[in-house]
């Protein structure tokens, strides 16, 4: 695969988290009672740094934890062979909560739909919403994020990679083609 273009670099990603704490913020009239989750993988370091924005912003800490929809997944014999499967637990109660799910990239929408049945099975949060830094389109489901980052058509020969600095040493977002 060739990079075919640049999506987002480094100042570009912190721009997209920043005005996403900002509507987080918005929609919810404050952080009282809003919790983030991360989703493996790096939904987990974008969720901690839009909680470091709302902190600096609000001056309230904001929880955070993180899910891993391994085992929620629907092409599971698809993508792993022996899945590790991992019960997902929290420092924190999500019963009554407004939770927020912070992941990279949506795309066909399965994610989040296995994210969403690892939070029910965490508890009964008062609401759930959905933040990506990137929609790509090509949703299969009918699942819409409640804050985006940016909004990128692709065609399904083109693969959006993320990379930040907590798992790959550097901020960007490219596109590459098949």
């Given at each position: 695969?060739?990079?075919?273009?640049?999506?987002?670099d480094?100042?570009?990603?912190?721009?997209?988290l920043?005005?996403?704490?900002?509507?987080?913020?918005?929609?919810?009239?404050?952080?009282?009672?809003?919790?983030?989750?991360?989703?493996?993988?790096?939904?987990?370091?974008l969720?901690?740094?839009?909680?470091?924005?709302?902190?600096?912003?609000?001056?309230?800490?904001?929880?955070?934890?993180?899910?891993?929809?391994?085992?929620?997944?629907?092409?599971?014999?698809?993508?792993?062979?022996e899945?590790?499967v991992?019960?997902?637990?929290?420092?924190?109660?999500?019963?009554?909560?407004?939770?927020?799910?912070?992941d990279d990239?949506?795309?066909?929408?399965?994610?989040?739909?296995?994210?969403?049945?690892?939070?029910?099975?965490?508890?009964?949060?008062?609401?759930?919403?959905?933040?990506?830094?990137i929609?790509?389109?090509?949703r299969?489901?009918?699942?819409?994020?409640?804050?985006?980052?940016?909004?990128?058509?692709?065609?399904?020969?083109?693969?959006?990679?993320?990379?930040?600095?907590?798992?790959?040493?550097?901020?960007?977002?490219?596109?590459?083609?098949?």
């Amino acid at each position: 695969m060739k990079e075919k273009a640049m999506l987002l670099d480094e100042n570009s990603i912190i721009r997209a988290l920043k005005r996403i704490s900002h509507e987080i913020i918005e929609k919810n009239k404050g952080v009282e009672d809003v919790v983030l989750l991360g989703i493996k993988t790096r939904g987990v370091p974008l969720a901690k740094r839009i909680a470091k924005f709302i902190e600096s912003f609000e001056g309230q800490k904001v929880l955070v934890g993180e899910i891993d929809i391994s085992f929620y997944r629907d092409d599971l014999t698809e993508k792993y062979i022996e899945p590790m499967v991992k019960t997902n637990k929290l420092e924190f109660d999500i019963n009554g909560k407004r939770v927020v799910l912070v992941d990279d990239v949506i795309f066909t929408g399965r994610t989040v739909r296995a994210a969403l049945d690892a939070v029910i099975d965490l508890g009964r949060p008062k609401a759930i919403q959905l933040a990506v830094l990137i929609d790509r389109g090509h949703r299969e489901l009918p699942i819409r994020p409640d804050y985006v980052g940016k909004n990128v058509p692709t065609s399904l020969n083109e693969v959006v990679e993320v990379k930040l600095y907590e798992t790959d040493g550097e901020d960007k977002v490219i596109i590459l083609e098949k």
